[in-house]
Structures are given as C-alpha cells and as structure tokens.
Nanobody, 115 residues
Framework: QVQLVESGGGLVQPGGSLRLSCAAS????????LGWYRQASGKERELVVR???????NYADFVKGRFTISRDNAKNTVSLQMNSLKPEDTAVYYC?????????WGQGTQVTVSS
C-alpha cells in the first residue's frame, strides 16, 4: 500500500512561484510512474506532468517552460516547481503514482493564484 501526502500549496500572486512536494510512504521505486494532476473548480482533472515507467517526462502544453518535476527516490519524494504562475493555474493539485498497474493518489493541495 502506498500513501501519498502533498504539501506546499497556498496563495501566490500572478508571476510568483510555488514548490509542491509529495511524500510517498513505503518508498518510490525506480520503475514507478509518477506525476501531478490538477482539478480546477467545475472542471475535470487534467494531467500537468507525468514521468513514465520508462523515465520519459511529458508536460501539458499549458505548463511547458514554467513547471518542472523532479523525483528523489532516496528521499521518497516527487516535487513540482511552479514558476510564472497564472490565475488559470488555480486548482487542487494531486500527486499520482502507478505501481504494478495500481494507481495511487494524494489528497490534493490547493494552489490559488490571485492578486
């Protein structure tokens, strides 16, 4: 069983930065697929960035050049550095892990971009 706990959300002004972190109980394995999704109020959950089992990274077009994902298997964490934030980035951000065909989600952390 894997439990994911996100942290680092909050309120930030447009153009600002936030760093989200996700801690995985039981560890992160090199062959885990990892990523971040987000869900804005009244909208469906959408992919932000994903690291596949093979190691390739795929960013949604709307975050390319602004967001960066990183993983630290030794510390059992995956992080999302978010720069140049826009009001449309406001959403609940969810950490995601897939292991041996099973999907695990964190509880989500709210990111609000507003002046």
């Amino acid at each position: 069983q894997v439990q994911l706990v996100e942290s680092g959300g909050g309120l930030v002004q447009p153009g600002g930065s936030l760093r989200l972190s996700c801690a995985a109980s039981g560890g992160i394995f090199s062959r885990d697929a990892l990523g971040w999704y987000r869900q804005a109020s009244g909208k469906e959950r959408e992919l932000v960035v994903r690291i596949s089992i093979g190691g390739s990274t795929n960013y949604a077009d709307f975050v390319k050049g602004r967001f960066t994902i990183s993983r630290d298997n030794a510390k059992n964490t995956v992080s999302l550095q978010m720069n140049s934030l826009k009001p449309e980035d406001t959403a609940v951000y969810y950490c995601f892990l897939r292991r041996w065909g099973l999907d695990y989600w964190g509880q989500g952390t709210q990111v609000t971009v507003s002046s």
